[in-house]
């Protein structure tokens, strides 16, 4: 019985980040449209272009090779996984011992692997940039990333993401400019990985700027809607993590009784909702950076990131 | 010290630190003055809690010398010399962002690792603040050595002042007399580097300090 109960939990969380991520997309465009004073599409939109997205044939160059074709299911499956074991309602849940940080890390790193090789595959030169310029984002933001997971693993005493939460509900870390400064690298690290403005403009097509959308050009039909679902599941991702991490107020801790689950997943989607809130408000406030500029926006998370690492050894070391 | 006074400190103290490397950073001239002056006033603010917390008095006169002279006057000053020389549109060309922050960044853990172990005798606080305001310092030092403009190499001489303030308030206080004798050479220093930007503006039409180089008799 007990067995059941987790196994429910914790697939209502699987469900629930799918559930909600093309919702999270659809709730930061229609608020960036509202921003800039057009109406913009309605906030189920994403959901329906996913559907129709499903029901189209795939077209496929002829020069692709059978990876083309795995690919979109790679990434899809490693992301969903890492997104599913983000912590979003409750903590401890059944698969809690794997919630590492730096495993989730490692699923987000290998779908980006796998998405790029295969916008290489087909051989244009279009894909190829694409796949270029998003590693190597990737590899700028990668170390920026690592170094938020040792500050708080340094605060925490461990890396895996249901204690580092149950960590900070419970004990009072007090004020902790390191904290802070992980946050915001965090946050920069997010906005390059989903290619958000201002590293990537996700709504671009065919333009020089471009770099996720270039690298996925040549797909269609229901690949097309499991990479654009993947990289819908990796901005919820982002964002519970920043939920859990910084924002752990409302999650159900493993001691109390699951009747609150209803209670923490509201919690959630309010704060996913703020969440997307600011991005759209940065998004409109800010232009995009020039393709070689980037290495010095993440060069900025990468030095916050350290000097947050730098500031709590400081604190920490008696 | 309660954990409470002891966050507050770190917060401070640690602001210091990343507002020098937002100096190190900036690549204009009227932005480099304004973090100057908001570094100044995270100095001041510091110091004043520093005064709170060790129930020293005359702290309070060192957080009021901090926040009017440097918070307010020197960056007022400047400002007044950089729109005088008309260069205060000016973005100046650090050499190579990148690479000035991974030494930064160097620069800090190196003061960290020196001071810790030297510290141990202090107190939490104390031995925070020294090693902080030891990586302030050398992240003026580099301020100075990567800026090639003789105002921003100013500011960074000052940064590096705001330094030296604030590991003097993390050990137990320092002496009002030294305390105010500092802040009067740094003003006198300020006035002296004032007329001779104005001086090497008057020869070479630049403030640029790689012009002197011709100079250099070698």
């Not at chain 1, 906030?43 to 189209?56: A, E, G, I």
């Not at chain 1, 700027?209 to 996925?216: I, L, P, Q, S």
């Not at chain 2, 309070?60 to 007022?76: D, E, F, N, R």
Request: hydrophobic share 60%; charged share 15%.
């Amino acid at each position: 019985m007990r067995l059941l109960l987790d196994l429910l939990a914790q697939g209502l969380q699987m469900t629930l980040v799918l559930a909600a991520a093309p919702l999270l997309v659809g709730w930061t465009r229609k608020l960036r449209a509202r921003l800039l004073r057009r109406r913009g599409p309605d906030l189920v939109q994403p959901y329906r272009d996913l559907v129709r997205l499903l029901r189209k044939e795939p077209v496929i160059a002829h020069s692709a090779s059978p990876y083309f074709r795995v690919a979109p299911y790679l990434v899809f499956a490693s992301t969903w996984i890492a997104a599913a074991l983000v912590p979003t309602y409750a903590t401890g849940l059944m698969f809690h011992w794997a919630t590492d940080l730096i495993a989730i890390v490692a699923f987000l790193g290998f779908a980006r692997f796998a998405l790029g090789l295969a916008g290489m595959d087909v051989g244009t030169a279009f894909g190829g940039i694409g796949s270029s310029r998003e590693v190597m984002i990737a590899s700028l933001a990668e170390p920026a990333m690592l170094l938020v997971v040792f500050t708080l693993a340094l605060l925490a005493g461990s890396t895996q993401l249901s204690a580092i939460a149950e960590f900070l509900v419970r004990e009072p870390v007090g004020l902790r400019v390191s904290l802070g400064l992980a946050l915001v690298a965090l946050l920069m690290v997010a906005i390059a990985e989903n290619a958000r403005i201002p590293v990537d403009n996700p709504t671009t097509h065919l333009e020089l700027t471009m770099v996720h959308e270039a690298m996925v050009l040549e797909y269609s039909g229901r690949h097309l809607a499991l990479i654009e679902a993947a990289s819908a599941l990796k901005l919820t991702a982002y964002f519970s993590l920043v939920a859990c991490l910084f924002f752990p107020f409302g999650m159900v801790t493993s001691t109390s009784s699951p009747l609150l689950y209803p209670l923490g997943i509201l919690a959630w989607m309010a704060k996913i909702a703020v969440l997307g809130a600011v991005l759209a408000v940065f998004e409109t406030a800010v232009a995009k950076l020039r393709v070689f500029r980037v290495p010095e926006f993440l060069g900025g998370a990468f030095v916050l990131g350290f000097l947050g690492t730098l500031l709590l050894f400081v604190s920490r070391a008696l | 010290m309660s954990p409470l006074a002891f966050d507050i400190a770190h917060l401070l103290a640690g602001s210091m630190v990343v507002v020098s490397f937002l100096l190190l950073y900036q690549d204009r001239i009227t932005g480099v003055l304004n973090v100057f002056a908001v570094q100044a006033i995270i100095l001041a603010l510091a110091v004043a809690f520093q005064a709170w917390s060790q129930g020293a008095p005359h702290l309070y006169l060192t957080a009021l010398i901090a926040l009017i002279v440097k918070g307010g006057i020197i960056p007022l000053a400047l400002h007044r010399i950089v729109r005088e020389l008309g260069i205060h549109r000016e973005i100046e060309k650090v050499v190579g962002v990148g690479l000035t922050m991974l030494v930064g960044l160097a620069l800090t853990a190196l003061a960290v690792i020196v001071v810790l172990p030297i510290a141990q005798e202090a107190g939490r606080v104390g031995r925070e603040d020294l090693a902080f305001a030891l990586a302030v310092i050398l992240l003026g030092l580099l301020m100075m050595i990567t800026r090639r403009n003789a105002v921003t190499q100013v500011v960074g001489f000052m940064s590096l002042e705001n330094g030296l303030v604030l590991a003097a308030t993390g050990a137990k206080g320092m002496p009002l007399v030294v305390e105010i004798s500092v802040a009067f050479s740094i003003l006198i220093a300020f006035i002296v580097f004032g007329i001779f930007v104005f001086r090497i503006r008057e020869r070479f039409d630049t403030v640029d300090v790689h012009a002197l180089e011709r100079f250099r008799g070698d």
